[in-house]
Each structure stands twice: as structure tokens, then as C-alpha cells.
């Protein structure tokens, strides 16, 4: 990984101290990674992972704003392509970089190496991933974290830094997952075996089995450093920005630290009005950057529990230690660690979210909208297996990317184009309980965006199958932030009565955002960034099911596309024709 | 899979009674085939396997020789790609239809479908399967029959037919088991957990278990008839025909049926001078027809025994019961199933092979050859993990396929060429012990024929890493028969008496032939199908360990390839920059 890496190390060790005056020439900086199945045991259960460069998680990027980053991706799978999303990356001017499969490019072949290149433009805490298949949840992630550009300051102050990518474990193979979310009859996948702090959990054994009933204490060293506790090493009264995100495959989190408040001041790589919490939701997708003082007597350490939210946790919470020195790593917290909130706090969760509101000085919404496409989110059923659908249509993606069948105009020439998906779904829908017919269909579910259009999304929610049972739907956006302007229960209507539940004051930007049961999410953006961008919900079962759309955004006015991108499908015979991407 | 395959069954049911009579007017045959992974319970534990139209084993071809068959495969995994190898059919004039990945064509990526198109010339008892990866030991095979062209009548005569594809399944995913073979420190996969005899066995208990000690009977009625005990039916005093193939990924195997003898008369869609055996040895990739005549007491049904061969067998033999009509299926035979010989009983297995002619009438060798090319195999290590090699290179496959790459010269502009590989090793070399330097590299292990060359190959067996180790290996040849001149004891030295041992006036035409333990097997055959052909051990780990060579034929004579089959790698971009397949 050559000596941009070096550079970086040395920024981030005088991060605190000296950071303006780190001298630092590069602004590219090259990786080259190597995609390959490996063994590990993130619990400390052996199974098959998709490691980076032989490890998991895969290394984390650390870069400043403005840096463009080279990643030279090799795929030594056997058989299965790859790609890897920049999650939170906007890839401005740069859509095929973006790591969707079918959507910005084809699939890397095995053997085959493949070189993103994109400007991490704005600071805050990112995360990379698979986005091909379940691949994210077979372990292909790792952390991307963007600091101020040189000279820059953070708005805020803090002594040091500590980073936590969360994630969620199945010993089940994604082979196996895929199979079984698509069988007819379907198969759920059921909860995770394990949840992960940067890779590492326990499996059957509990850290704090005297405050956990019928648990038992794990070993006290770890017997495999893959799946040794964490901790987190601080000195007593200081400050630290915790970076935290999010990349379960279905678990919703929260994380909470015994005894320690925490200030949240970013999410997903936008700066909000700081806020103080007790513990902190995460879903799927989401980062934050939260301040930490370590004021707490300081001959103790401290819990760090991670537990599940909005379904019912049969996964049970991830430990860490906040380690204060000089105390020893091993010395056990004296207090039990936080219990997390019930699972079905919902009046908790949303008295989080509604709480985010973007620090002074990000830009506001455009006051009005030249677009309002409102998605229904439904599950159904379709020939004997089971869907989640938007506007009654299924996502399936095609054998061809649309970044390149749309930019060649191929569905001029014999390819099929996606036909419009709808705007609206009938308001006479019942919300509050299952489909009345539950038979959905596939679709291509792409929406064609003009050029700088203000475009609002409001996300409907509604009953899944199952009588009284609507689920949290973390929902993500490519190639943007967006303005999440408000929130509602029930159905939303438009009115006078929703428009006012909106805050078109100083709505936080996100690149992630929740939908709570049988309620409604409404939010805008800008299309300035021509590209096709994925939309879909974060949790990777639910998006292999179908629960997603596509933004063919300005086409027309995408730049050129690395033809390495596309050599697959419709896109290969029309560039072999003498198109041009 | 439409009219031809009803045309195929109505002939089938006439096929001994009024073949030449079969109104036949459909010479092409079409076939829609779609790949997925499914769930299947081969041995009644379910596991996932690749299926074909939701089936395993795929369904099974069955044409004349002379038809032309189309198989129009849809790739539906969700991340990995296919393809599907035609088992000793030639493909004269049509090498890009072989379906080797990276050798004759791109695999298939998902979503995308490919159309293979080629002539069944002769006619045999072939089968099909997958060749990326390890896909084959997934299940991705099935039988393809060939029987002989309208008006003709095979060499000797039989009243029905019975078919008998022969595999072994392991519990592990093929995924892992990848991952296993590719590990450092090396970790081997070990034995099958069971014999399939038609996709069908029985894991963890005997259909006779009154004649095994310590075993558990299988229940009585299948509980799940994907694993339900295989039953042939047939009447007293009749011939059948009973056609036999292995695919397995590791298992040479044995099939005895219990008081009949079987007379052997063709072997991999060759016809061989008939000859009476007790018991019959199939290597993976064999395939053989044997007469069977039901002269015994029809008051009995008889065990089939299929047992282990060459490796000293954890995996239990398989069982079928040959059902003497009007006897239920479910009576148990009286006898107890036959043992096959002993895994190590190699006299045995080598007084088999050595009986194995060419029936009269095949067309012999060539009296003399025009090259000569040994191959030494031999286990060595790499970069701390084990990996077989020939001539000390462990194959390794291109990104992008040789038949492309070589048919536009890519090698010339840009694309590296393959380094020609040696035609013969260090005849110092001590055959017996383990290698005294066991480090290997990778290698193309490409070998250029000139078209119309008579090649002579002589297949070397050595000591493997273990001391007093020295394994069976089948070696497959694609796009060629090649006649069996002799086998030997010890390293072949081309001398008088080595040539003595080879028969000239009567070999057997095959396509897979084996090598036993410390002694070598010389084959010759004509280069005169341009394509690019894989020849290797058919054992799939071996394979994927590095075991085999190319043989890069004439391709400058190569016809048109279609263009679908190259849209990967270096291919693609030269096709893009005006480069003609």
C-alpha cells in the first residue's frame, strides 16, 4: 500500500497536535487490494469470509478532503465477480466508480483487476463495502474515513479518536443465504449469530457473564487475535471523537457507554448541531462522529455495549472495554455494562432522529421541489417465494449496467428500455395491514431525473405480510446527501397538516435514512450529479429481495466511463459495434 | 425442453423394438436450461447444490449421432459464473463450444445467457458437467446419450437399457473446499461423504445393513425421494444395456452386481472388443456400456455394489438394487451385495485396463509419431501451500481465454504470451521418493500442436510429497480420442522394451485414460480439430490444484468463433479496438 500510507499514519498520530502543519504532498493515494476468500473467525467460530489483501475487516482508508483515491482491485474469487461500493462518497463526476453492480458497472471477473478512482470531497466517516450479490455480508467491508483538507479544522474539538465499524455475522454462507431468500416456498435467514466490533465478536460466551443470566464467561485472553474483545484505550479527561457506522447485513443497532454521555456532531459525513445522548441508533448505513469526554473515575473501565434494535433480539449485544489508562486492559468494568433500549422503543428511536438537525452553516433545502416520487414499500409474494416491493414492482437488476446501456442509448438499438417506473402509488392503499392482494411483480423500478431538478422522496411504509408487523427500513442513496425535511405516522398525505410537520430550516443532510413503522420519510435533493444511482434499503436481505430503485439521473451528461467497466452483457456488443461510452 | 425430447422418449421406449422405424425428422436439438442453486438433499442431508431447470443431476441429453444439439443456458447464480463442458464429445469445428472457462470461452456471467451449439458425430454413453472452478463437485453435471445415427444398429444387441451416472458428494460447499485446497498452510478436503448413484445415495446409514457391520438400516420407504434408494428394473432372461459414467470430484470407483458378470463393450463412446468382467472399475471421467444378461434365479432382486478404488476408502459404498420383475422393488436381495476388490488391490485394476482393445473395424495409430511430449506429474509446495505440477509448473488459467487471446494474436500486441512448456523432464529424476526439491511455480503449461501432427504423450507417475505415496490419475482429454498404446512400471525410457509393451495394432480409442501408481501411460493421437484443448487429471481438486496442461492446436485454423463467448478480459478490448474473432 506504499507510502501514502505511511503519510497518512504519521497525520493521524499528530492528529490532534499538528495537523495543520503535517506536511503532506500526496494528494492521490494508491491501494491495491486482492479480493479472495479466506478463513477467519470474526466470533471466533472458523467459517469462509471475503477478506482484503488476506484480512478482514479490509484496511481502512484514511485520506484528507479533496484527495482522489486509486483503488487497484484484483478479484482472486474463483468464480463469483466483485465490486466495492464507497458508501457516502457522492463520486461527483465520477458515477462509475460507484461499486453497483448492473448499476454502475459490471462485475469484476475473477482474475481480473479493476482501478476505482474518485475525490473524497468532504471530510466525515464512510465505510466501503460489496455491493454485488450478499457479498457485503459475507465480510467484504472496511472503513474509509476522510479528514479535513489541509489547513482545515474540524468545528469541533477533540484529544484523540477511536473508530467502530459495527456489523452483524451469520454462519450460514451468503451461498446458502441467497438460496434460501429466494426458494419458493421462501426461507427466512433468521437474526444474526453474532454482532462485530471492527470484525470481532464472541460467539456463545459472554465478556460479562456475571451480569449476563445463563451466560458464560468468555476466556479471558483470547485464544485467536480475530476474535479478541475490543478496547479502546483513552487517558482520563480528554475528549474523543468516536467514529461509528454501520454495515449489518439486517441488525439495527444502538451503542451505549456506562456512565458516559455522548455529543453527536456528524452524520454520514455531514456536520449536525451537536446533541447530547445516553446511547446512540444506528441502522444499517448510518455513521455518526460522537464526543466522548472521559470524566467517569478513572480507576475503572467501562462497558461499551452494542444491542439490537426494531426486531426482536435473538443476536445478543456486542461488548468492548473503554479502557483507562493506566488501568489494565483485562481489568473488567466494576459497573454491568448499559443495557441498550427494548427493541421496540420506538418513541426512544425517533426521539433520536428527530433530534438530528444539521449544524450552522450547511446549505438548505431549495424551498420548493420540481418532483415528488413517493414509494410505497410493500412485501409480497411472487411465484410461491416471497418479495419486497416499491410501488408494487420488485428490483431486479439486469445482465447489463444501465450506467452504460443508458449512457449508449442501447435501448435505441435492441435492448429493452426500463420501462417508467410510477411517481405514486393509490392513497387508498391500507397501510395498517397486509396486502390485500399480495402478488407483486419484477421490474427494472428506474426513475429518469432531470438535470438539476429538486427532486423530494417521500418513502411510505406499510404492514408486511404477517398481520401487525411493519418493519424499520434503513433507506440509502447513491451519489448523494439529501435534506431529510421530516418525518410522519400513518399515511402522508401532502397537506397542510404533513407540510408543517417538515423543517426546511435546518434539515440534517444525510445519505441514509429511516422509515419507522407504518410511518412515512420524506426527503430532497438536488440532481446535480448526472450518473445512475442506486436507492435502496440497507439491509442486505431486503435489498437481495428486492427492495430498491434506481435513479437514471442526466444520463446525457455523464462523462467519459472507463470502458474496463463495462465489458459485459449488451454494453460489450455495442462498444465491439463501434460504440462509445 | 419441447417436441425433440418426445421424440427422444418415444424412441427411447421403441429403441430396441423399431429404432430403424422411429420417425425422426428433428436433427437439432434445443434445450432452454437455466442454472441456479438450489436446495437438494443428494444423500437426504440437504445441502445446496447447482441445479439445472431446478433439478440435480441436470436432465439428461439424449440424441443421435449426427443431431445437432443447442443448449440455450441462462446463468441465474447470483455472483458466479458457468459454464458446461460437453464430456468426450470433440466439437470438431466448434472448440469455442467446449465450456472450459479461461480456456475456450468466458464464463457466463450472471443474467447473461449463452447459447452452445454443436454435432454429436458418434455415437456413446457421455455426460456433461461444469468446468470453472469446482462447479462439477457442486453437481452441475448430467448424462448426455448418444445413440446411433437413423438406420444404423450398434455392434451387438441388448433388449433395454439402463443408465447408471456415477458421482460422489461432499457435505462441504465446494466454496469452501476451494478455499481449503487454495490455503497456506495447505488443508485437504479429504474423502466424499457418500457415493451417488443417479444424484441418489444414503449418508450415515445401508440399504443392507444386515450385511454391514455396525451399520444403521435406511428407512424402509424413502422419506425424500431426491435420496431415495435407485432401483433397476428389469426382466428375467433379457440383455440389457447398462451404461456407466463417473464424475466424481476424488473417487475412482468399482461396480459389481451381485452373481452377474458384465461384458464390457464400449468404453468412452468407443467400441471395445467385448470381454467378460465380475466387476467393473469406472475412474472420473470414464464411461463404459457393459452387457448384463438377467439369467439368474428371478425369484431374487441382486445388489449393485458401487465401491471405492485407488485411496483407502472412508465413503461407504453405494447400493442400487437390480430389480427382477415381477419382484417388488422393496424385497431386499437375499444375497448380500458384492465387495468390491480391495482400494489397493492394483494388480486387479491393472489386469482390467490392460484387457481393454479396440473392438474391429476402429481405425489404428499412426505407426510413428511426430513429437514425443512426456509429462512428469509430481505434488510439490508453493508459497507454503501444496499444488501438483507436470514438468514442475502448476497450471494456472488467464483472465482471458487462450482461444481468443491465441486466435487474434493478442500475444502480439500487448496480451503476454504464454511460455512454450517443456516437452520432456530430467529423466535423473528419482521417481520413487518424494521430489528432493518440492518447490514448484505457476506456469501456463501451453503446448502448441501443429495441425495434422501425430502427438505422442507419455504420462509419468511419480512419488508424490509423502514417502511410499504415489495416486491414480485419470487424465481427461478435450476435442480429441486418442488411441491407448501401453502402460509401464517404473519411468519410460522410449527403449526397445518399453516400446515392446505398446500396442500398435489394437488400442482402445478413449478420452480418458489413467495413470497408475509409479508408472506411466503413453497415449497417441492426431492433431486434427484446431482449438485450444484442456488435458488434465480429472480429479476436480487436482485440477483446481494444478494439474494439467493446453494443448494450443492449429489455431489459426480455428473457424469463426462467436464473439458472445469472449466478452471478458483482454478479448473484449481487442474485439473493441476492431480485432475479428
Same mark, same amino acid.
Do not use: C
Given at each position: 500500500m506504499g507510502l501514502p500510507l505511511l503519510a497518512v499514519a504519521c497525520c493521524a498520530l499528530l492528529a490532534f497536535v499538528a495537523r495543520p502543519h503535517c506536511a503532506e504532498a500526496a494528494k492521490a493515494r494508491h491501494f491495491k487490494w486482492e479480493i479472495s476468500n479466506i478463513f477467519w473467525s470474526p466470533d471466533c467460530e472458523e467459517k469462509v469470509v471475503i477478506g482484503i489483501n488476506g484480512q478482514f475487516p479490509g484496511p481502512t482508508i484514511r485520506a484528507r478532503a479533496g484527495d482522489t483515491i486509486h483503488v487497484e482491485l484484483k478479484n482472486a474469487l474463483h468464480t463469483e465477480g466483485v465490486v466495492i461500493h464507497w458508501h457516502g462518497i457522492r463520486q461527483i463526476g465520477t #458515477?462509475? /466508480? @460507484?461499486?453497483? /453492480? /448492473?448499476i454502475s458497472q459490471c462485475a469484476i471477473n475473477p482474475e481480473e483487476t479493476f482501478t476505482y478512482r474518485f475525490v473524497v470531497d468532504k471530510p466525515g466517516t464512510y465505510f466501503y463495502h460489496g455491493h454485488y450479490g450478499m457479498q457485503r455480508a459475507a465480510g467484504l467491508y472496511g472503513s474509509l474515513i476522510v479528514d479535513v483538507a489541509e489547513g482545515e479544522e474540524e468545528p469541533f474539538k477533540y484529544d484523540g479518536e477511536l473508530n467502530l465499524l459495527l456489523s452483524d455475522w451469520y454462519h450460514e454462507s451468503i451461498h446458502t443465504q441467497m438460496v434460501m431468500l429466494s426458494s419458493k416456498p421462501f426461507r427466512w435467514i433468521g437474526e444474526p449469530q453474532s454482532l462485530l466490533i471492527n470484525g470481532r465478536g464472541q460467539y456463545n460466551c459472554s465478556m460479562a457473564a456475571a451480569h449476563t443470566p445463563g451466560a458464560t464467561q468468555c476466556p479471558a485472553t483470547a485464544v485467536n487475535r480475530q476474535c479478541a474483545p475490543v478496547v479502546l484505550p483513552v487517558l482520563p479527561n480528554k475528549t474523543y471523537r468516536l467514529r461509528l457506522a454501520s454495515t449489518t447485513s439486517l441488525a439495527s443497532l444502538n451503542l451505549a457507554i456506562g456512565n458516559h454521555k455522548l455529543t453527536v456532531v456528524e452524520a454520514d459525513g455531514n456536520y449536525v448541531d451537536p446533541f447530547a445522548v445516553d446511547d446512540i441508533d444506528l441502522y444499517s448505513g448510518d455513521s455518526y462522529s460522537v464526543l466522548l469526554t472521559t470524566d467517569q473515575d478513572p480507576s475503572s473501565n467501562y462497558w461499551v455495549t452494542v444491542g439490537v434494535r426494531g426486531r426482536l433480539p435473538k443476536t445478543p449485544p456486542a461488548l468492548a472495554v473503554l479502557n483507562y489508562r493506566p488501568n489494565a486492559a483485562s481489568k473488567l468494568p466494576s459497573l454491568a455494562p448499559p443495557v441498550t433500549p427494548a427493541w421496540d422503543d420506538y418513541a426512544h428511536s425517533k426521539a433520536f432522529t428527530y433530534r438530528i438537525r444539521a449544524r450552522a452553516g450547511t446549505p438548505p433545502p #431549495? /424551498?420548493?421541489? @420540481?418532483r415528488r416520487i413517493e414509494l410505497l414499500n410493500t412485501q409480497n409474494k411472487m411465484d410461491g417465494g416471497i418479495k419486497w416491493s416499491i410501488n408494487n414492482a420488485s428490483m431486479v437488476l439486469p445482465a447489463t449496467p444501465y450506467l452504460g446501456s443508458l449512457k449508449l442509448g442501447l435501448n435505441k438499438s435492441g435492448l429493452a428500455a426500463p420501462a417508467p417506473a410510477p411517481d405514486t402509488f393509490s392513497h387508498g392503499y391500507d397501510l395498517r395491514s397486509p396486502p390485500a392482494n399480495p402478488n407483486t411483480t419484477a421490474g427494472p423500478n428506474v426513475y429518469a431525473l432531470a438535470h438539476g431538478a429538486t427532486v423530494d422522496v417521500v418513502l411510505q411504509n406499510a404492514n408486511a405480510l404477517a398481520a401487525n408487523v411493519s418493519e424499520v427500513h434503513p433507506w440509502h442513496l447513491h451519489g448523494h446527501d439529501f435534506w431529510v425535511l421530516g418525518y410522519g405516522e400513518g399515511g402522508y398525505r401532502g397537506d397542510a397538516a404533513d407540510e408543517a410537520r417538515l423543517n426546511l430550516r435546518d434539515p440534517p443532510l444525510r445519505n441514509t435514512v429511516v422509515i419507522f413503522p407504518y410511518g412515512w420519510t420524506k426527503i430532497r435533493f438536488v440532481a446535480d450529479n448526472p450518473g445512475v444511482w442506486a436507492f435502496h434499503c440497507h439491509i442486505e436481505p431486503h435489498l437481495h429481495m428486492g427492495m430498491g430503485v434506481v435513479f437514471a439521473e442526466a $444520463? @446525457?451528461? $455523464?462523462?467519459? $466511463? #472507463?470502458?474496463e467497466g463495462m465489458m459485459c452483457g449488451a454494453t460489450t456488443s455495442a462498444l465491439i459495434n463501434g460504440g462509445h461510452l
Open positions: #458515477p462509475w /466508480a @460507484d461499486g453497483t /453492480a /448492473a #431549495p /424551498a420548493t421541489a @420540481d $444520463v @446525457d451528461r $455523464v462523462g467519459e $466511463v #472507463p470502458k
